[in-house]
């Protein structure tokens, strides 16, 4: 069984700062690449942000050098660090995973999702 699980999501003004966690627990070998999603209101869903196993990133343009995704493999926990934030940041932001059990299966696995609103 594995699970993934955000925190970190809530209520903040125009310009602040959050910073989302993505813990991994379970029956796990390893995990390869993590990725940030958000889904806006009436929206579809979009990547924000994604990490390779060997840290490598990657961003959306609407968040470059604003956020920042980091990962932290001892403790098999993604981080999203988000600055400046705008009003059009508000959304369900998701934790997704590729993990590797432990016989060695690797599989697309998805948090609860987080909410994150920004009031201007």
């Known amino acids: 069984q594995v699970q993934v699980v955000e925190s970190g999501g809530g209520l903040v003004q125009d310009g602040g700062s959050l910073i989302l966690s993505c813990v991994v627990s379970g029956s796990i070998s390893s995990i390869n690449g993590m990725v940030w999603h958000r889904q806006p209101p009436r929206k579809e869903r979009e990547l924000v942000a994604s990490?390779?196993?060997?840290?490598?990133?990657n961003y959306a343009e609407s968040v470059k050098d604003r956020f920042t995704i980091s990962r932290d493999n001892a403790k098999n926990t993604m981080y999203l660090q988000m600055n400046g934030l705008k009003t059009e940041d508000t959304a369900v932001y998701y934790c997704h995973a590729f993990i590797v059990d432990r016989i060695g299966k690797e599989g697309s696995y998805w948090g609860q999702g987080t909410q994150v609103t920004v009031s201007a």
């Open positions: 990490i390779s196993s060997n840290s490598k990133t």
